[in-house]
């Protein structure tokens, strides 16, 4: 994506910092934003993983910060990032940085609370003729030449599923049988250090870790990610405190939480997977899988501890569901719509369009034919540019 783009506007405040990083992906020119600084106690993280051989990186992140003077930086957004909302629109998320610029076109119509129930194609299966649909609770029906869906990997399947007809019966678009299977969410995990120091940084993620992202010394499949979480604070703290030190004072704790994240990729098993049931409610069925590669993140992560300033131990973060992540955990969901070259083994072909439905595009996380081992939404929003690129040039 050049700097000159039409859509540059979306990923907004920081790049990754360049480097060799193996992981980072050719590009023909610099990032169009510098890497976001990191607060003292994280630049001695990172200082303190260089020195013992690692090699941290920025991390990508939408976040209007860094060197833009003109966005406000107040505590409880810096404080206050992951799962909260943001009235001071720092974040660069889908209602900043596209659906509002969107509706600054005239030709360009939200509508809110309409809910999509399902989708109708014409007589010969191959294009949607009506989109039916719940707005303010009223039946709604619309049309259109092209229609885009994007509701979240879960929930596309789910309305791909509900507009099942003759021509489509186990689904729309789904002669594949993949439709709402190989759900991936990967296998992630909150984890706090204690730092031997406090640790008063208000924005933590800044840096990430990539050596283990292929393998390891002693593993020779991948292990997966870290990177830096939003800062804990006591009351966040409370659900853990029976994890804890007996007699540890959660805001001891707080002072000196340091938070990371780690996310290793669970593989696309077809049994894992969404439906609907005899109401029609969804029904989402997940066994875990590849476990061992995060297993032996964590324990990477622990071993480097004493090396980073901060105590022998690892504590789950019950904020974010404890230890590792359960099926609740659909933050990352992916997968259940797959794009590939070949009819047989995909809903979708490479622009995301439906190999049976000549006017349907999916454009959320539901394209994902692998989950990867890094957070999923940078990669949506380029993969949903791509196709609108696609679409314009049709
Ligand atoms: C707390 C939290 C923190 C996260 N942090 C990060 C992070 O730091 N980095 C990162 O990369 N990712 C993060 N993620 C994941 C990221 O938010 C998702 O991967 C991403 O939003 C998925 O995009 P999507 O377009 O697939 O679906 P969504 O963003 O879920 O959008 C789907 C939209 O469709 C609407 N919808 C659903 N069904 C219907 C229907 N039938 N009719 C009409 N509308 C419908 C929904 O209301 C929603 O607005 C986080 C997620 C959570 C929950």
Same mark, same amino acid.
């Given at each position: 994506?050049?700097?000159?783009?039409?859509?540059?506007?979306?990923?907004?405040?920081?790049?990754?910092?360049?480097?060799?990083?193996?992981?980072?992906?050719?590009?023909?020119?610099?990032?169009?934003?510098?890497?976001?600084?990191?607060?003292?106690?994280?630049?001695?993280?990172?200082?303190?993983?260089?020195?013992?051989?690692?090699?941290?990186?920025?991390?990508?992140?939408?976040?209007?910060?860094?060197?833009?003077?003109?966005?406000?930086?107040?505590?409880?957004?810096?404080?206050?990032?992951?799962?909260?909302?943001?009235?001071?629109?720092?974040?660069?998320?889908?209602?900043?940085?596209?659906?509002?610029?969107?509706?600054?076109?005239?030709?360009?119509?939200?509508?809110?609370?309409?809910?999509?129930?399902?989708?109708?194609?014409?007589?010969?299966?191959?294009?949607?003729?009506?989109?039916?649909?719940?707005?303010?609770?009223?039946?709604?029906?619309?049309?259109?030449?092209?229609?885009?869906?994007?509701?979240?990997?879960?929930?596309?399947?789910?309305?791909?599923?509900?507009?099942?007809?003759?021509?489509?019966?186990?689904?729309?678009?789904?002669?594949?049988?993949?439709?709402?299977?190989?759900?991936?969410? &990967?296998?992630?995990?909150?984890?706090?250090?204690?730092?031997? &120091?406090?640790?008063?940084?208000?924005?933590?993620?800044?840096?990430?870790?990539?050596?283990?992202?292929?393998?390891?010394?002693?593993?020779?499949?991948?292990?997966?990610?870290?990177?830096?979480?939003?800062?804990?604070?006591?009351?966040?703290?409370?659900?853990?405190?029976?994890?804890?030190?007996?007699?540890?004072?959660?805001?001891?704790?707080?002072?000196?939480?340091?938070?990371?994240?780690?996310?290793?990729?669970?593989?696309?098993?077809?049994?894992?997977?969404?439906?609907?049931?005899?109401?029609?409610?969804?029904?989402?069925?997940?066994?875990?899988?590849?476990?061992?590669?995060?297993?032996?993140?964590?324990?990477?992560?622990?071993?480097?501890?004493?090396?980073?300033?901060?105590?022998? &131990?690892?504590?789950?973060?019950?904020?974010?569901?404890?230890?590792?992540?359960?099926?609740?955990?659909?933050?990352?969901?992916?997968?259940?719509?797959?794009?590939?070259?070949?009819?047989?083994?995909?809903?979708?072909?490479?622009?995301?369009?439906?190999?049976?439905?000549?006017?349907?595009?999916?454009?959320?996380?539901?394209?994902?034919?692998?989950?990867?081992?890094?957070?999923?939404?940078?990669?949506?929003?380029?993969?949903?540019?791509?196709?609108?690129?696609?679409?314009?040039?049709?």
């Amino acid at each position: 994506m050049s700097a000159n783009e039409k859509y540059d506007v979306i990923i907004i405040g920081t790049g990754a910092g360049g480097g060799t990083l193996a992981t980072e992906p050719e590009r023909s020119e610099p990032y169009a934003h510098a890497p976001l600084r990191h607060e003292p106690r994280i630049q001695e993280l990172y200082d303190d993983l260089k020195r013992i051989g690692h090699n941290p990186f920025p991390l990508p992140i939408g976040v209007r910060l860094g060197d833009d003077k003109s966005y406000p930086q107040p505590d409880y957004v810096m404080g206050k990032f992951d799962g909260f909302p943001d009235p001071t629109e720092s974040k660069a998320d889908a209602h900043v940085c596209a659906v509002n610029p969107a509706l600054e076109h005239n030709n360009v119509t939200l509508l809110t609370d309409c809910y999509v129930e399902r989708l109708e194609t014409d007589a010969s299966g191959r294009a949607i003729k009506t989109v039916h649909a719940l707005h303010k609770g009223q039946a709604a029906i619309f049309s259109a030449d092209t229609v885009v869906v994007s509701c979240g990997a879960i929930n596309s399947a789910a309305l791909l599923l509900r507009s099942a007809n003759d021509k489509h019966p186990n689904g729309l678009a789904n002669s594949s049988d993949v439709v709402g299977r190989h759900y991936m969410c &990967h296998n992630n995990s909150a984890m706090l250090a204690l730092s031997k &120091h406090p640790n008063p940084t208000k924005f933590g993620k800044t840096f990430a870790l990539n050596d283990f992202y292929f393998d390891s010394d002693d593993f020779e499949y991948p292990l997966g990610h870290i990177q830096m979480l939003g800062k804990s604070d006591a009351e966040m703290l409370k659900g853990d405190a029976p994890a804890f030190a007996p007699g540890m004072a959660l805001d001891y704790m707080a002072k000196h939480a340091v938070d990371f994240w780690m996310t290793s990729e669970d593989l696309p098993d077809p049994n894992n997977r969404v439906t609907l049931n005899d109401n029609g409610e969804i029904v989402l069925q997940y066994t875990e899988n590849n476990l061992e590669g995060h297993t032996r993140l964590i324990a990477k992560l622990k071993g480097m501890l004493n090396e980073l300033g901060c105590q022998n &131990h690892l504590f789950p973060c019950q904020a974010y569901l404890g230890k590792k992540i359960p099926l609740a955990g659909t933050a990352h969901q992916c997968g259940t719509i797959r794009f590939g070259k070949d009819p047989k083994t995909s809903a979708l072909d490479e622009n995301c369009k439906a190999h049976d439905v000549d006017n349907l595009y999916v454009v959320d996380g539901s394209f994902f034919p692998s989950s990867t081992a890094v957070n999923p939404g940078l990669t949506i929003m380029a993969n949903a540019l791509r196709v609108g690129n696609h679409l314009l040039r049709k």
